[in-house]
């Protein structure tokens, strides 16, 4: 029978390192995905500015400007929006390293991995260093 809602489980000093180290892991590759979605999301905020500035411009000149001016939206549009995805993928591949190293850790137990994972059902209970 495993531990009850809510439970304060008491874990050696090493375990709880290692489950520390491994959520600090966890933390670093959310902020690293949230970077790419931000890059992403600036990148359409830029291309869209470019867009609106290509258009009043296009309409005190020429078509080509215009022109020029969608192509300029789109190079930015694409370049950002690849840069974010490279910089989200780098996130996932850390968490997946750490799944990887998480589940085939011998110091944690079943519970402490899907807790270290995000992946548990007793979100109350607390490890704590005995």
């Given at each position: 029978?495993g531990?009850?809602?809510?439970?304060?489980?008491?874990?050696?000093?090493?375990?709880?390192?290692?489950?520390?180290?491994?959520?600090?892991?966890y933390?670093?590759?959310?902020?690293?995905?949230?970077?790419?979605?931000?890059?992403?999301?600036?990148?359409?905020i830029?291309?869209?500015?470019i867009?609106?500035?290509?258009?009043?411009?296009?309409?005190?000149?020429?078509?080509?400007?215009?022109?020029?001016?969608?192509?300029?939206?789109?190079?930015?549009?694409?370049?950002?929006?690849?840069?974010?995805m490279?910089v989200?993928?780098?996130?996932?591949?850390?968490?997946?390293?750490?799944?990887?190293?998480?589940?085939?850790?011998?110091?944690?137990?079943?519970?402490?991995?899907?807790?270290i994972?995000?992946?548990d059902?007793?979100?109350?209970?607390?490890?704590?260093?005995?």
């Open positions: 029978m531990p009850a809602e809510g439970e304060v489980v008491q874990v050696s000093q090493e375990v709880f390192a290692l489950m520390k180290r491994y959520r600090d892991g933390h670093v590759s959310t902020v690293i995905v949230t970077a790419g979605n931000a890059i992403k999301i600036l990148g359409g830029v291309a869209g500015i867009a609106v500035a290509s258009i009043i411009a296009a309409s005190q000149s020429s078509a080509a400007v215009a022109v020029g001016g969608i192509l300029v939206t789109i190079a930015y549009g694409l370049l950002f929006y690849l840069s974010g490279l989200g993928a780098q996130g996932q591949i850390l968490k997946a390293t750490l799944d990887t190293a998480v589940n085939t850790s011998p110091s944690l137990t079943k519970i402490q991995r899907a807790r994972m995000s992946i059902q007793n979100r109350n209970m607390r490890f704590v260093m005995k």
